[in-house]
């Protein structure tokens, strides 16, 4: 029997490949090996499961942003912004993965508002502490960059890296592309 933790990786896992909308309970329950009455007693609908799976990378990126919100922006906190920031890739590419391809879609779907807020909360922020449109260009393509490469890994052939290279070379590149922001804004 799967565990409810076992049925989120699972439907996380659906969700992200097929789509929400191409994941029916049926599909999840098949999955894990079980009716669908049996994922239903522990998530009541599709979206209680969809909010159990993509949650704790919210509640997550929530934490990053309100750091990065709250801590004067120095080349000091740039390279911890963006090691925590890479973990967090890291750790849910699968949902990033659905907040970029399925994020726009899904409107009306709370957990997902929630995240698209998230990413609209930080567009703001950067947009209200960079001097310039080239500034704010760099933290996008940067940031939302690196969301993309990592959760289109497969299709692009660098699922192979070993992790601890990958996450090196990803804040070395990062911290390259923003690093004229941090001298500027710098201790």
Do not use: W
């Amino acid at each position: 029997m799967s565990s409810a933790s076992d049925l989120r990786e699972i439907a996380l896992t659906e969700f992200s490949t097929a789509g929400y909308a191409g994941t029916s309970i049926h599909r999840i329950a098949d999955a894990a090996g079980l009716s669908k009455s049996a994922v239903l007693y522990h998530f009541g609908s599709k979206e209680i499961l969809l909010d159990a799976a993509i949650r704790p990378a919210i509640d997550e990126l929530e934490s990053i942003l309100a750091e990065l919100e709250s801590t004067p922006f120095t080349t000091q906190f740039l390279g911890a912004f963006l090691d925590r920031f890479v973990d967090f890739l890291f750790a849910h590419r699968l949902e990033v993965n659905m907040f970029i391809n399925q994020g726009p879609s899904l409107v009306d779907v709370p957990v997902v508002d929630r995240a698209n807020d998230l990413v609209r909360r930080l567009a703001t922020h950067v947009t209200s502490t960079t001097a310039s449109v080239e500034e704010e260009m760099r933290f996008a393509i940067s940031l939302g960059g690196a969301a993309y490469m990592l959760c289109t890994e497969q299709s692009l052939g660098l699922e192979a890296a070993p992790i601890g290279e990958a996450k090196t070379a990803l804040i070395t590149i990062l911290t390259e592309l923003l690093a004229p922001i941090g001298v500027r804004q710098g201790d």
